[in-house]
Structures are given as C-alpha cells and as structure tokens.
C-alpha cells in the first residue's frame, strides 16, 4: 500500500491530521478529506483524492478495527486477478423475508448468503466508473461491490473473519474490547528460511525457471521440470516452517513427480506453510547463470510465485546474476539458485495457532 487516505467528519480534518498523522507520524496517509452526506458521498470524495496512477482501491470502514493484514492482502490479491473483491463470511442465522406487516413470506436458503464487510478492494479505474455510472443514475448502494456489480462485474467474495465486527452500539464496544483482550494474548514472531538448488544444463529439455519457460537452446536436468528457481524457493518456505526439506516431502525418486510442474510443488509448500500457522511476507531469489538473461522475464516470475502463494507480487524479488566465467556457472554448465522467505508465525498461549 503506497497512500492512505482517511476520510473523516469535516469538522474532524484538522485534528485528525495534527493529533493522529503528525503525532504518530503516519508517512503513508497522503490526504485526510471531508466526507459527505452519504457513506458512498464519503467515499466518493476519497476517490477524488487518490492520484491518477493509482491501480488499485481498498476501501476500509474506519468502524471495523478488528480487520487483520491478512485480510488486506487476501482481498487485494483477488482485486488483482478479478477486477473486484470483498471480505465476508458465510451467514449463520436463518433469514427470513417478511412483508411490509412484519408476517413471514418464506425462509431464504442460506447456503449462498454472505454478510459483506470491508475491506473491499477494486482496480481504480473501475471503481471509478461505477461510482460515475451512480452518480448519474442516481442510485446509492450500501456498499460500494454493489455499484460495480450493477456494472455487470462479478465481485469475488473473500472469506473473512466473524470478528471482524462493525462497531455502531455500545454493545458492539463491549465485545471489540473482549476480542481485542484475546488478541493481545497473541504473539507474532518473526521467522525466516534460505533455500538452494542447482541444476545442470541439457540438451532436448525445456528452460523453466520461476514457472516460466524461456526460449533457450538448453535445458535443466531433473526429476521434475528443474526449475531450480522454484525448487529453492519451496526450500526456503519450509525452512522457514520448520518443514524440512523439498526431497523430504517431493523424493525424486518417486514416480509420481516425474516432470511434474514445480508450480504445483509450490502451491502444496504453501499449503503445508499455511497449515503450520505461518504467513508469507517476502521472497528474495538471486538466480546464477552467465545466459540467457533473465531480466525480461523476472516480472512474470514473480507474479507467477505470487498468485501461486496467494501474496502480492510486490512481496517477491527476483534478480539474476552472472558468475563472471568462475566454477560451473562460469563455465555455462548450468544453473544456482539462492532464495530468502521471511514470514511470520502466530503464537497464542504459549502454542502454535493458524495464523
């Protein structure tokens, strides 16, 4: 998230800038603007505020301070590969429908109903448009995945957290400060795991490295596609869970991985992270090898990792260097990977907890 932009009470501007922004010294709020008459109103005028380059929105009521980071990065990934997403979770109540006399019609099934919450994440571009298309319409949602999907764009719905509640009652404050008590009961501790691999070049096999086949006279040799890349990333994952190591969990003598894609390792790595209680903050590869270059294709690499985990593209570098003509590297023998994953694990009361 490059810029926040809080959106208050317009008497509320100056205060909230000076004894919240400047005392606590929040670098990414950008803007603090007025709101309106509406919630949409409201968030309307933070659009106007966001700059043109921008690419994506998320939109956050400010009375639901429970949401977690995980949430934020769940909804912003989907955004991103679908146009429009929102957190909520599954209903739990039977819902009725009544008439205008409070006289029960019939029982809704509740299996597809979902109580919406925020954080909402959209691509600008077309979250703007459904907000011009509502203005000129006249038509006021009560969230703003309803004015896009008037638009005709489905909206995924990410699931979220019953906790993460909208406090508008004294008895919502009661039960954000118990949640909050049980919280604070948590804690976070950072972990990290490095990961290596190398594989030699042949003939009559195809270049994959980051799930990215690269047009070469030459491949890797391996059990599986070789992509040393991802194999040092998934080694690097587990290390950093605890979970040993690659050839623990994908032996290579195992016909069932024979030139499996190691993207489809990658994501059960992710799994077996996920279920250890462990979030995924970064990746950092460095890539040896004198040729081909790999700079055109680190982008791609990148994003291909990052959907697979689930994480932003922003959260994985990729760089590539060569050996300067030293050992196997040097010689074009083949390839080395070095990769970092830095992460967190959550502990509460002592034992491990999914995070």
């Excluded at 659009?47 to 949401?67: E, F, K, N, Q, S």
């Excluded at 950072?190 to 070049?201: A, I, K, M, T």
């Amino acid at each position: 998230i490059s810029d926040v932009i809080l959106v208050v009470p317009p008497d509320d501007i100056e205060p909230v800038r000076k004894q919240i922004v400047e005392k606590y010294g929040l670098t990414k709020v950008s803007a603090v603007v007025a709101g309106g008459h509406e919630r949409q109103d409201s968030v309307m005028n933070g659009l106007r505020a966001v700059a043109a380059t921008c690419d994506m929105v998320i939109v956050h009521d400010g009375v639901r301070p429970l949401v977690t980071e995980a949430m934020i990065v769940r909804v912003a990934a989907a955004a991103a590969e679908g146009g429009a997403a929102s957190i909520g979770v599954p209903v739990k109540d039977t819902i009725k429908e009544t008439t205008d006399e409070n006289r029960v019609k019939g029982t809704i099934p509740r299996r597809n109903l979902w109580q919406t919450q925020t954080p909402q994440a959209f691509q600008y571009d077309l979250l703007c448009r459904a907000y011009e298309a509502a203005v000129r319409d006249n038509f006021h949602g009560t969230d703003d995945a309803s004015l896009v999907e008037r638009m005709g764009v489905p909206v995924r719905m990410i699931t979220g957290a019953y906790e993460n509640i909208k406090i508008t009652t004294p008895e919502d404050l009661i039960m954000a400060e118990a949640l909050m008590k049980e919280k604070m009961k948590e804690q976070i501790i950072g972990r990290s795991g490095l990961g290596y691999d190398s594989h030699r070049f042949a003939k009559n096999r195809k270049l994959v490295l980051g799930g990215v086949e690269i047009p070469f006279d030459q491949g890797l040799t391996g059990h599986s596609d070789a992509d040393a890349l991802l194999h040092a990333v998934c080694d690097a994952l587990l290390g950093m869970a605890g979970a040993g190591d690659i050839g623990r969990h994908f032996p290579d003598h195992d016909p069932a991985f024979k030139n499996i894609a190691s993207l489809i390792l990658l994501k059960r790595v992710g799994q077996i992270v996920e279920a250890g209680g462990m979030a995924v903050h970064n990746i950092d590869v460095t890539v040896m090898m004198e040729r081909p270059k790999l700079a055109p294709y680190a982008a791609a690499m990148a994003d291909k990792i990052a959907r697979t985990l689930n994480i932003p593209a922003t959260a994985v570098n990729i760089k590539a260097k060569t050996n300067e003509g030293m050992g196997f590297v040097g010689r074009g023998e083949g390839v080395a990977v070095l990769a970092v994953a830095n992460g967190a694990e959550r502990i509460k009361n002592g034992s491990q907890t999914p995070g």
